[in-house]
């Protein structure tokens, strides 16, 4: 019923900013929470950044807080991700969700993308 598509991922060197996109379809994104999570090879999936439905709360996983931005257009239903300062310990696959709380556990999630691999050179 509901669509997620990621977009913006790529190679970038230590120090470098990319910025990722999210494009939800089938039901508005104003009506949900939403979630940035990422998994690097051999590590669980864990949590990045979640905003809630208006735009005005957010939270961030402390890894990477000060670093990176989450932001939502409700109008155009798309949530993004500005990463700044990336390191190589960035690196993963990752992943938007749609969720009914703001909160960063991934089983509020009923909703994900298929993600976005993120690569980052020393």
């Known amino acids: 019923q509901v669509q997620l598509v990621e977009s913006g991922g790529g190679l970038v060197q230590a120090g470098g900013s990319l910025r990722l996109s999210c494009a939800v379809s089938?039901?508005?994104?104003?009506?949900?929470?939403m979630g940035w999570f990422r998994q690097a090879p051999g590590k669980e999936r864990e949590f990045v950044a979640v905003?809630?439905?208006?735009?005005?709360?957010?939270d961030y996983a402390n890894s990477v807080r000060g670093r990176f931005t989450i932001s939502r257009d409700n109008v155009k239903d798309t949530v993004y991700l500005q990463m700044n300062s990336l390191k190589p310990e960035d690196t993963a696959v990752y992943y938007c969700a749609a969720g009914l709380l703001t909160v960063p556990r991934p089983s509020n999630y009923y909703y994900w993308g298929q993600g976005t691999q993120v690569t980052v050179s020393s």
């Open positions: 089938g039901r508005a994104m104003s009506n949900y929470a």
């Open positions: 905003i809630n439905e208006s735009g005005g709360t957010t």
